[in-house]
């Protein structure tokens, strides 16, 4: 595994990797967009008043849409200062600061307590925590009697290499990906039952090489500028490798619903 910990992703998000994932994704950096949200918070069961937590919420591009759509009350939690002071100023000049807030902090050691929220949330983001079994038990913690636990994830879907896991991970500053399976069996080691596990690989390459031609094309003079060349090489190679094993069925992502019990 790379010895990649928070401090490495947090400067990451701080400086270069948020804006360019922004430019790639939209505020809601998730493959997939609002149609992703809409279609986890339909399984997750939000409603008008449910109580959501967003864990690893960054710009939050998710949880102004939970409570648009939906009428829900949203909190965020995310460890990079740049994109929670961010994630404030845009739910004020949008108007949501009654139903949405966020909190700065580690998802590790949440910063609530115990048995506060209806949904715990989470979109393409888990795969930058170190300790799942951990982040999950936090999960289960924060959550209320029955309360639900929502997600999707970038996952490993097939055997690789060290040196080629070695080589995505480090690139996307990932400590290490689950697999499903792996998900599902925290998901019941820490007593949630398991309503949906379902893999979502079908379109996965074709998101990536849409991030690359995006990259190579209409974004490289803005990355260059901001950033310059070396950091576009380095985007543009590593989702060269994120292209090259999605193609080959290597890597994808999944959504996982389960109940507390
Ligand atoms: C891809 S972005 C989140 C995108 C967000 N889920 C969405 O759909 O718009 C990943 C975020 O994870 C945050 N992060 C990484 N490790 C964390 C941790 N252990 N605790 C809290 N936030 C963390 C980073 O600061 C970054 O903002």
């Given at each position: 595994m790379p010895d990649i910990n928070?401090?490495?992703?947090?400067?990451?998000?701080?400086?270069?990797?948020?804006?360019?994932?922004?430019?790639?994704m939209g505020e809601q950096i998730h493959v997939g967009g609002e149609e992703e949200t809409d279609i986890l918070a339909r399984v997750a069961g939000v409603n008008a008043g449910t109580q959501v937590l967003d864990v690893l919420c960054g710009l939050g591009g998710a949880a102004h849409h939970l409570a648009r759509t939906c009428g829900a009350t949203v909190m965020?939690?995310?460890?990079?200062?740049?994109?929670?002071?961010?994630?404030?100023l845009r739910t004020a000049n949008v108007g949501l600061g009654d139903r949405v807030a966020f909190r700065l902090g580690n998802a590790l050691d949440m910063p609530f307590k115990s048995g506060t929220f209806d949904v715990v949330w989470g979109q393409d983001s888990w795969c930058y925590?170190?300790?799942?079994?951990?982040?999950?038990?936090?999960?289960?913690?924060?959550?209320?009697?029955?309360?639900?636990?929502?997600?999707?994830?970038?996952?490993?879907?097939?055997?690789?290499?060290?040196?080629?896991l070695h080589g995505l991970n480090t690139f996307m500053?990932?400590?290490?990906?689950?697999?499903?399976?792996?998900?599902?069996?925290?998901?019941?080691?820490?007593?949630?039952?398991?309503?949906?596990?379902?893999?979502?690989?079908?379109?996965?390459?074709?998101?990536?090489?849409?991030?690359?031609?995006?990259?190579?094309?209409?974004?490289?003079?803005?990355?260059?500028?901001?950033?310059?060349?070396?950091?576009?090489?380095?985007?543009?190679r590593g989702?060269?490798?994120?292209?090259?094993?999605?193609?080959?069925?290597?890597v994808g992502r999944g959504r996982l619903v389960g109940r507390k019990q």
């Open positions: 928070i401090g490495d992703v947090t400067a990451a998000y701080e400086g270069a990797v948020g804006v360019i994932w922004e430019m790639l965020g939690l995310d460890a990079t200062g740049r994109m929670v002071d961010e994630a404030v925590v170190t300790d799942k079994d951990r982040l999950i038990r936090e999960c289960r913690r924060v959550a209320v009697p029955g309360g639900t636990i929502a997600f999707t994830d970038w996952i490993q879907t097939g055997p690789m290499s060290d040196e080629e500053l990932f400590p290490y990906m689950e697999t499903l399976p792996g998900y599902e069996n925290l998901l019941r080691r820490h007593g949630f039952a398991v309503r949906e596990c379902e893999e979502l690989s079908e379109d996965f390459a074709s998101h990536m090489r849409r991030y690359r031609d995006s990259i190579a094309g209409d974004l490289k003079g803005r990355i260059v500028e901001l950033f310059g060349t070396d950091a576009f090489r380095d985007m543009e989702i060269g490798l994120w292209v090259e094993a999605a193609d080959e069925g290597k």
